[in-house]
Nanobody
Framework: VQLQAFGGGLVPAGGSLRLSCVAS????????VGWFRQAPGKEREPVAAIRWSSGSTYYADSVKGRFTISRDNAKNTVYLQMNSLKFEDTAVYYC????????????????????WGQGTQVTVSS
């Protein structure tokens, strides 16, 4: 499985962006896809995740109500709609995919993700 993330850019605070993650070579209808981000000088952190089959989702507290993750199974694509962006959302955003389907409480854990995309930069100006 190869992941390609795109859609990042420079946006003013309060603005919106939509990230896309295309998973090529995917053969299973199960598994999970997640978005993670890493800001300068900080550790990578989970943002949101979605199960391919059920569409069940996970969101970090910091993005709940502002970000929405969705998937299009036919296109093997996962989207992250980011609204009301804040300066602190500035980071490199990575999409990742895993073969397993973790429990809801574990969807934020990197251990369940087997493949990683190259990252896309999101910069929010204050």
């Amino acid at each position: 499985v190869q992941l390609q993330a795109f859609g990042g850019g420079l946006v003013p605070a309060g603005g919106s962006l939509r990230l896309s993650c295309v998973a090529s070579g995917r053969t299973s209808s199960s598994g999970v896809v997640g978005w993670f981000r890493q800001a300068p000088g900080k550790e990578r952190e989970p943002v949101a995740a979605i199960r391919w089959s059920s569409g069940s989702t996970y969101y970090a507290d910091s993005v709940k109500g502002r970000f929405t993750i969705s998937r299009d199974n036919a296109k093997n694509t996962v989207y992250l709609q980011m609204n009301s962006l804040k300066f602190e959302d500035t980071a490199v955003y990575y999409c990742a995919a895993g073969h397993r389907t973790p429990a809801m409480s574990a969807m934020r854990l990197e251990a369940f993700y087997d493949y990683w995309g190259q990252g896309t930069q999101v910069t929010v100006s204050s």
